[in-house]
DNA sequence: CAGTGGTCTAGACCACCAA
DNA sequence: TGGTGGTCTAGACCACTGC
C-alpha cells in the first residue's frame, strides 16, 4: 500500500478514474460512500471527509450512543479500510464541531449535554460579579409554568420546518438564580420527535434539558442559532420576571439543530440582565 | 533524522534530557525557544506549540504585515529545523484564530481587517430581513460625533490595563444603515499606541476602522469580549439614534485585544434592534 | 502493562494558482 | 511549468489512563 491514492477509488469525481494497482480496494466490503446519489457533481471532496460523513451517520443512527467511546481511530482505520491518519483528521474536525471529546488514553467520546463540566453549553448569560468558579452561581431553580400540545403557528412552523397546524409541545419555564427569578422562555418543539413530553417530566429531571432529551428522546441538539434584541416585557412577563413592563430585557430566540441541520426546537428566553449579562468571544 | 524526536532537545522539561543520537541537532543555529525563562515548569509543549508562539512573535513583531505572505511551509520548516507537518499544524492553529489565511496555490497570508470579504468581522448585527447578499444593506455611512483626548476613569483604566488618569482617546460615532442612525458607539483607545488619531482622520478613512488601525496605528485586533444587555438610552443617545428615551436598546460592551491579549480598546456600542439584530451561532 | 490518543517525521501525489 | 497548500500514508515514539 504506497504511494497509492484512495481518493481516486471512492469518488465519483470529475477525474476519470486510474487503474487500480491494487484491485482489492475498490472491492473493499462498506466502503464510504458520499450522499450526492445523482445529480450535483461536488467539485471535490478528501477521504478525511467521506470518512467524516460515514462516522456522523453512525453517530445519528444511534450507532454510539451520547457518553459512550466510540471504536480507536485504528479500529475505525481498519472498518473504512483507510490510514489512521485519515480517520484522525476526520475525528479532528467532528471534535472542533462539538460533536465528539476526545481523551487522552481513554479513548473518542460521544458529546453529551449531561457532561459535568460545562453544564448549560448553550448558555451565555452569566452573572455580572462572577463569584463562582466554574459556571454561574449553583444549578438554576427551575419551575415549568406550563406545559402543552397546540397547533403550530405559521412562524412556529417555519422554524421548525413544520406545516402550519401541525402538533406541536408548548412549554413555558422560568429559571431563578439564587432565588432571583432571571430568565423566563417559551419554547416549542415538533410533537412527533416529543411524543409523551408532559410539564411533570421536564419538572422531574434534574440536569439541563437538552441533556433530557438525548436520554429520553433521542434527540440531540449539535448546534444553535440565536437573534438577540432588546425589547419590553408584557404585563405576564414582566409579573413572573418579578419586573416592571417598563424594564428593558434581552430577548434571545433560538432554533437548535439536530444532525442534518434539522431544526427541533425554537426557543424565545427573555433575560434579565440588570444583574446578569450575556457574553459572547468574537475571534 | 530517522526516529528522533525534537522535542527533548527543545525544552526544558520535567523529563531528564536523553542522549542524543545526532548532537547537531541540539547545536542547531537559532533553535525554538520559549517564553518561560525561568520559573514555571510547564508540564508539557509539543514542538508545534513552540513554533506556533515563534510564529506569533514575528507577527507581533511585525516581521510580516497584515495582507503580506508569510514564508511557504518548507521554508519555515526549513528555518525552525522542523518538519514541514510539523510547521502545517503550528499554522493551522492559527489560522483556526483567524491570525491567519490559507490560500491554496498561492500561500498563507497574514488576516487583516481589510479583507473584501467579511467587511466587519467583530459586528453580529444584521438586518432582520437581509436581502442583501453579503453583510447587510451596503458599507455603513458613519458620523464621527467626537474624538478627544481624556484622562482615563478608573472603569476605562481596568479595562485597558491602565491606571487610572492615564492618557486616552475617547470617541463617539453614529453608524446609518440605509440613512436610519442604527449603532452609536462609544470607544476609548490608549492614547500611547494611537498617538495622532483624530475625528478628521477617522472620518476620512473609508473601510472598517480596525483595519485604519492596522495600516495607520500598526495595531491589530485579534479578538475581542462582548457583554450585552438590554438598557434604555439616556436623552442625548436616544435624539442621536432618533428614539424616544423608552425605547429599550442593545448595549454592546466590547474589549478588543492585540497579540498576548492585551487590550487595546473598549467599546460601548448601542443597536437599535427594532430593524436588526444581534446574531449568535451556538456549535 | 497494554491500549488509547498525541506528536513528529518523511515521502508521495493531488489541486490550485500565477507566470 | 514550478511553487504553494492539501491529502494520504506509514511508522516511530511519547503521554496518559486504567487494569
Known amino acids: 500500500m504506497i504511494g497509492h491514492n484512495f481518493q481516486q477509488d471512492r469518488l465519483s469525481m470529475a477525474t476519470a478514474a486510474r487503474p487500480l494497482p491494487q484491485p482489492d480496494a475498490a472491492l473493499a466490503a462498506g466502503p464510504p460512500q458520499t450522499a450526492w446519489a445523482a445529480g450535483q457533481t461536488p467539485a471535490f471532496s478528501p477521504l478525511y471527509q ?20 466510540i471504536p480507536s481511530e485504528f479500529d475505525l482505520a481498519a472498518r473504512y479500510k483507510v490510514s ?17 471529546v476526545r481523551r487522552q488514553g481513554r479513548g473518542t467520546f460521544v458529546a453529551t449535554h449531561a457532561e459535568q463540566q460545562v453544564r448549560y453549553r448553550f448558555l451565555r448569560l452569566q452573572p455580572d ?30 422554524a421548525l420546518g413544520l406545516r402550519a397546524g401541525d402538533p406541536v409541545l408548548q412549554a413555558r419555564r ?3 438564580f439564587a432565588g432571583v427569578p432571571t430568565i423566563l422562555e417559551d419554547l416549542w418543539l415538533p410533537a412527533g420527535p416529543f411524543k409523551g413530553l ?22 440531540r441538539m449539535v448546534r444553535a442559532d440565536e ?4 425589547v419590553l416585557p408584557d404585563e405576564t412577563q414582566a409579573r413572573l420576571l418579578g419586573v416592571t413592563a417598563a424594564t428593558p430585557l434581552l430577548s434571545v430566540e433560538r432554533i437548535a439543530y439536530t444532525y442534518n441541520d434539522a431544526p427541533m426546537e425554537l426557543r424565545r428566553g427573555l433575560y434579565r440582565t ?6 459572547n468571544q468574537l475571534n
Chains 1, 2 share one sequence.
Not at 131 to 146: I, K, L, Q, T
Not at 198 to 219: I, K, Q, W
Open 174 to 176: 422560568l429559571l431563578r
Open 227 to 230: 437573534k438577540l434584541r432588546a
Open 198 to 219: 408532559t410539564a411533570e417530566r421536564l419538572s422531574r429531571y434534574h440536569g439541563p434539558m437538552y441533556a433530557m432529551f438525548e436520554a429520553e428522546f433521542n434527540v
Open 129 to 158: 460579579h462572577g463569584s463562582g468558579d466554574s459556571d454561574g452561581e449553583g444549578p438554576a431553580e427551575r419551575d415549568v409554568v406550563e406545559c402543552r400540545r397546540q397547533r403550530a403557528s405559521a412562524e412556529v412552523a417555519r
Open 274 to 279: 440588570d444583574t446578569h449579562h450575556y457574553r
Open 84 to 100: 489512521q491518519g485519515t480517520v484522525r483528521k476526520a475525528i479532528d474536525e467532528l471534535a472542533a464541531d462539538n460533536l465528539l
Open 50 to 69: 467521506q470518512i467524516k460523513g460515514l462516522i456522523l451517520q453512525s453517530l445519528q443512527q444511534g450507532e454510539w450512543k451520547p457518553g459512550e467511546v
